[in-house]
């Protein structure tokens, strides 16, 4: 758990991250990159990966935990959530727990898992480890979608690309 409801999980700051510092430094010592968070009251409802927003592409649907004060409601993410729904994509803001995900990834209907955040945009998840076992996603290869959302972007971004939400503003 990295955050619980009535604290500060919505938040930037230094405190709210200080306790994933062993969780972190476990991870990286067993050879994974990150954290997946889970809420901090049932233990099984899926929330956030290490300091980033996670989506989850199962079946048609694109989907990524709600914010209800234990999710910081990062720029990035409500980036991807307009972008995804205007070009098409079934997007969906609601609780999954680890073994929906799980379940997902060995029926083969977990297309795509990535995670999004203002210095990495988009980073793809590759492997889940839960409960003493590796889950692989995607082969462990970056998912048609977080490619696609990631170019999309930094073309926006860059101004290589029209910006149909008015993200992008001249300055002098």
């Given amino acids: 758990m990295r955050a619980v409801r009535g604290g500060v ?21 067993a050879g994974y990159a990150q954290v997946l968070w889970l809420d901090a009251r049932e233990n099984r409802y899926v929330e956030e990966v290490g300091t980033s927003n996670i ?9 990524t935990p709600p ?8 720029v990035t993410r409500d980036s991807v959530l307009k ?16 073994t929906e995900v799980i379940s997902a990834i060995e029926e083969g209907t977990l297309k795509d898992a990535f995670a999004t955040g203002t210095a990495a945009v ?17 082969e462990g290869k970056t998912g048609e979608l977080a490619e696609k959302l990631y170019h999309e972007i930094l073309q926006i971004q860059y101004g290589l690309k029209e910006d149909p939400f008015g993200w992008r503003m001249q300055i002098a």
């Fill in 9 to 29: 999980g919505f938040a930037k700051t230094g405190g709210n991250y200080a306790a994933s510092i062993l969780a972190g430094s476990k991870a990286k010592h």
């Fill in 55 to 63: 989506f989850f592409m199962i079946g048609d649907r694109l989907i």
């Fill in 67 to 74: 914010l209800g004060g234990t999710i910081l409601p990062g």
């Fill in 83 to 98: 972008l995804a729904a205007h070009l098409g994509v079934k997007v969906e803001e609601s609780r999954i727990t680890i």
């Fill in 122 to 138: 988009i980073s793809p998840v590759g492997q889940i480890y839960y409960h003493n076992r590796e889950y692989l996603i995607n």
